[in-house]
């Protein structure tokens, strides 16, 4: 049975806000948010660590697990809990998984972002990733928070699915050598090889924000630089577009 909260002042309604609000909070407390019906959904299939799952009356749920604790609210509560504009009628927590970098990275194709910072292209790119059978995503500093709920929202389920971590970049570039594979750097610079005759198969891409593009540092510790072609019109892809067309080059 489901416990009833009504109070806006509830201990557990002011922790979803603060989870809601602050990576910082999140860190603390290695708990995030995910909002949602189908999100839940694809949570408790994929066995993510759910805690608290919150609903409003008359909202159907998968069946959840016995470890995770039920609270019903009123729908004006829900609305002041969920970071949604319109509330779906259920939102949850869920413990964050050790994002530890491994000591060697077993698969053959990843993914990797330098200062993207935008939450819903982050979310995006993981779920473009998981589409396109990439084996993992490393977040290097100055990348929007994976849990933050915009993150999850748009990654479609793929945050519970595809592995990712953080590591910094000189901690990067000594994992591809342990793993043997080639670092490869995203950029426009005259130098790069096209696309088309890059082998994309293996291999960790590196892409940086579409305002800036990688660093000095990150394009000096790849081993090659590829780029997109595009029409003289376009100065750039966005990051989430230019993620998506390496990866399927990867794919194909």
Not at 69 to 83: G, K, N
Not at 103 to 108: H, K, S
Not at 130 to 145: F, H, K, Q, S, T
Not at 219 to 240: D, F, K
Request: aromatic share 4%; with cysteine.
């Amino acid at each position: 049975m489901a416990e009833r909260i009504t109070s806006r002042a509830n201990p557990l309604m002011t922790h979803i806000r603060k989870l809601a609000a602050s990576r910082s909070y999140r860190c603390e407390t290695g708990e995030y948010l995910g909002d949602g019906v189908k999100l839940l959904e694809e949570a408790v299939r994929w066995n993510a660590a759910l805690t608290v799952v919150v609903h409003t009356p008359g909202t159907a749920l998968p069946v959840l697990p016995e470890t995770a604790r039920q609270v019903e609210v009123p729908t004006d509560l829900m609305r002041s809990i969920s970071p949604m504009e319109s509330p779906q009628g259920a939102l949850f927590l869920a413990r964050i998984p050790d994002m530890a970098a491994p000591e060697t990275l077993p698969g053959r194709r990843y993914l990797a972002l330098e200062g993207v910072q935008d939450p819903g292209n982050v979310g995006t790119i993981l779920r473009t990733a998981d589409a396109y059978e990439a084996d993992g995503l490393i977040l290097l500093p100055g990348c929007a928070d994976l849990y933050n709920h915009k993150t999850v929202r748009s990654s479609m389920g793929a945050v519970f699915r595809l592995p990712a971590w953080n590591c910094g970049l000189a901690q990067l570039q000594a994992l591809a050598e342990r793993s043997k594979l080639p670092l490869l750097g995203a950029a426009l610079r005259a130098d790069t090889i096209d696309v088309r005759e890059a082998d994309l198969r293996r291999g960790i891409i590196l892409l940086g924000s579409e305002g800036k593009g990688l660093s000095e540092a990150a394009l000096s510790a790849c081993g090659q630089t590829v780029r997109i072609p595009m029409g003289e019109r376009c100065e750039s892809l966005n990051v989430a577009a230019a993620a998506a067309t390496l990866l399927w080059e990867g794919y194909r």
